[in-house]
């Protein structure tokens, strides 16, 4: 038996120990993972029986159809549960169930007749005539709801199924879609906000993440993956796309004697078991990029680990084989050459959330701005496209920091426009709260959740404008430092790598009713020109706000790192070295 089959089972380390295990008596042989290339393909629970009796792709013809035609209530079980999200439908929460019945509630007990809807955008990258249809879709179908995600999509809310094939026309009609927008699938490519345009990029990864979207997204022979597949690609040094915490990612560099191209990452994810992405310490030439990250995802599709949904990711094979097993894997059976060894990108010296007015290649400018925590509205979206077009702009981005970047912005008229930004509520020069505060979608739309997280945000973030004035005027807070609210343990809003994190949870009254609240993470980070490399945030025993104290905890702990840091000190660093006291 090879290696590859061995992968993941106890082993113990002598030739002693492997004939005393094999004569105890009755000994369960080990349970197989589901692995396809190891255990073969038969499925091994209810998930993974009806993705193989037929693909999820295949739920668009009878969305149109069928479901569209004749309601809600005539949708197969199965259908809406599993295989909508491989079109970016999700039912949303039920409005008024509170926060301590989610884990207590039946799916269906939950869910609303009504649909979020998650638009991809591979790369963020987008013109002023796609945001427009977005926007209008947004204000005929959504309720005016439009939220930028962290990564790079953009969802709406209050989406009837009757309505859903109008939806994907004008969509599609502008090029735009959200095939495998959920779903265990190749989600969306993360991509740099300033791919093509930046001074200082080493490559641009445009032409390569459009090549991965036109070859791979839709594929059926990879959509049936073992659970959701995320990548991340970034040609510019400020390493702008999270890139630590993908399942593949590939980060640009120069390899001095090759030149510019790829280092290989793969193995991230959060949720509630956190696993930092590794280094396969393997260069990726540009023309070796799209048959490196299929291969990737192959072995994710052949190799990963499928009777477990909670061991489905690929970070749980990672831990099991190790970077080193994984490249030969890849190599081996996959590639069919050796990738050539290669160095670790250098640490960031810019900021990866390109917030602000910055010069790009061309003599034009790009123009970070954010809302804040995500939110916006239809109207808002095509009141910014049309803003953009009046000063010259027609392209922009989405950040995998809920942020927007405009492109290409002749210089005479980059004031203006950041004028005409702040009035549509984005702001290009904003507070260090407004602009490291994340959220997820919590408890409004999100059937997962257990607190409230936007409107949280919101007040959070002119709470600590208000209240923390003086440290900004004097100069004691660092230009950046991450707010992450999250509305269950999930982390979609990335906390455990936040210099603060918090984990919504219902947490005990005197009087015995729970109360929204949050578990607190500090000190968490992924690279960036404070830290060397990425680092999962520090627990404290027993340290939870509730949402109503939240303002004052974090005006409390930002005060104390102020006065107690050392020079030159980041939050991060302060957060760790920090008595438990301090940290209350």
Known sequence: MTDTALAGAPQDQTAGGRAARAARPGRPAAKPHGQWKVDGTAPLNANETWKQEDNGLNVRERIESVYAKHGFDSIDGTDLHGRFRWWGLYTQRKPGIDGGKTATLEPHELEDKYFMLRVRIDGGALTTEQLRV????????????????????????????????????????????????????????????????????????????????????????????????????????????????????????????????????????????????????????????????????????????????????????????????????????????????????????????HIGVHEQKDGRFFIGATPVAGRLSGSQLVALADTLESRGSRRLRTTPHQKLVVLDVPGDQVEPLVAELDALGLSARPSVFRRGTIACTGIEFCKLAIVETKATAATAVAELERRLADLVDTGKLPESLSLHINGCPNSCARIQTADIGLKGMMLPTPDGDPTPGFQVHLGGGLASTDREEAGLGRTVRGLKVTADELPDYVERVVRQFAASRADGQSFAEWAFVADEGDLQ
Not at 168 to 197: F, H, K, M, N, Q
Not at 289 to 307: E, N, P
Request: glycine letters at 10%; one cysteine or more.
């Open 134 to 353: 977005i926007g209008g879709i947004s204000v005929d179908f959504a309720w005016n709801s439009a939220d930028l995600t962290d990564r790079q999509n953009i969802q709406l809310h209050w989406i009837r199924v009757e309505d859903v094939p109008e939806i994907w026309r004008r969509l599609e009609a502008v090029g735009l879609s959200t095939t495998e927008a959920c779903g265990d699938v190749p989600r969306v490519i993360l991509g740099s906000p300033v791919a093509g345009i930046a001074k200082d990029e080493i490559i641009d990864p445009t032409p390569l993440i459009r090549e991965l979207a036109e070859r791979f997204i839709g594929d059926p022979e990879l959509a049936n993956l073992p659970r959701k597949f995320k990548t991340a690609i970034t040609g510019h040094p400020s390493q702008d796309v999270v890139h630590e915490i993908n399942d593949v990612a590939l980060v640009g560099l120069v390899h001095p004697e090759l030149g510019a191209g790829y280092d290989l990452w793969v193995g991230g994810a959060l949720s509630t078991n956190p696993m930092l992405g590794k280094r396969l310490g393997a260069f990726v030439r540009p023309d070796q990029a799209a048959d490196v990250w299929l291969g990737v995802t192959s072995i994710f599709r052949d190799y990963g680990y499928r009777r477990m949904r909670t061991k489905a990711r690929l970070k749980f094979l990672l831990a099991d084989w190790g970077p080193e097993k994984f490249r030969r894997v890849l190599e081996d059976e996959y590639l069919g050459y050796t990738l050539s060894d290669g160095p670790a990108a250098p640490k960031p010296a810019t900021p990866g959330d």
